[in-house]
């Protein structure tokens, strides 16, 4: 068995292929991803990303391609060859997934505690002390006041969930996370924290990320590669600076002129 290190990929997606109806959503999208690497997907609306993303986190099954894992064992692992149970089981221990609007990651009826405490429990933590203060840990860590670990995020601001929403994500120690513009519901100085959160806990935690933007500054800020999305198609990809500052493809070059007119 080959082991693992930092010159294996931790996920090799190779050929996903998706179509609703008549219309291609992806077309033969291959990417790599490396232990501890950030990589952002970017492209304007209806390019993909999403789809792209939710066919690597096996949420939606697309039609060809595959998807290939390495586990804590550095045994690589088909993805799509699970069972579902054995994919329930790696999205909610390994992996993350953020979602935009972060209701739909939430329970937003019980307490944020039991958010938080609620992955850790499926992993069998039962003792409720240690749940309690796992939970109130992870609320600070998120900059929530733990004084509010009893109220249901309904309450909350949406900052406060998108914060507790990663709180409830990270709080197993994923070793890989899913992000679908997790930033981009929230106004500019709350999407700015954030940002600088994800940063400092990808960096800490050594964490893995795949995240969706259309937001080039986004990209720049977390991701040290990033592929570029245009038609279900990746039409470039590499280093973030090197994309950015020297961009190949002719629509990542309009992407990024865009951004910079004035
Ligand atoms: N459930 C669906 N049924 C039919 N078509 C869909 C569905 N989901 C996505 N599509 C189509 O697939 C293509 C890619 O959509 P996708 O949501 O992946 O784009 P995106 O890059 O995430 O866009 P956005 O930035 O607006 O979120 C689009 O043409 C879209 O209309
Ligand atoms: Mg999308």
């Given amino acids: 068995m080959d082991t693992p290190d930092s010159t294996s990929p931790l996920l090799s ?3 996903i292929c998706k179509r609703y109806g008549d219309r291609v959503a992806l077309q033969d999208a291959s990417f790599d991803l490396w232990p501890g690497e950030v990589l952002a997907v970017v492209g304007e609306s209806g390019s993909g990303k999403s ?16 998807v290939q894992f390495r586990g804590r064992d550095g045994a690589l692992q088909d993805v799509f060859a699970m069972t579902e149970a054995q994919q329930r089981l790696l999205a909610r221990t390994d992996w993350g997934f953020v979602h935009q609007n972060a209701a739909d990651g939430l329970r937003m009826d019980v307490s944020a505690g039991a ?3 609620e992955r850790l429990m499926g992993l069998g933590e039962r003792h409720y002390g240690r749940l309690r203060s796992t939970a109130a840990d992870w609320l600070q860590r998120v900059e929530i006041d733990p004084a509010r670990i009893d109220d249901a995020p309904r309450t909350f601001s949406g900052g406060m969930r998108q914060r507790l929403q990663i709180a409830r994500n990270l709080v197993t120690q994923p070793r890989l996370v899913f992000m679908d513009e997790p930033t981009s519901g929230l106004d500019v100085s709350v999407q700015a924290r954030l940002l600088d959160m994800l940063r ?3 960096r800490q935690m050594q964490l893995a990320a795949i995240i969706v933007t259309h937001d080039l500054a986004v990209a720049r800020l977390l991701a040290h590669r990033m592929v570029v999305m245009q038609r279900g198609r990746v039409v470039e990809s590499g280093l973030t600076d090197q994309v ?7 629509y990542t070059q309009l992407l990024v002129s865009s951004v910079l007119q004035p």
Avoid at 244 to 250: A, F, G, K, S
């Fill in 244 to 250: 950015l500052d020297d961009p190949q493809h002719p």
């Fill in 51 to 66: 789809t792209l993303l939710n066919a690597v986190a096996a949420r939606s099954a697309p039609d060809a391609g595959s």
């Fill in 13 to 15: 997606v190779r050929g």
């Fill in 200 to 202: 400092q806990l990808t």
């Fill in 115 to 117: 958010n938080v405490g």
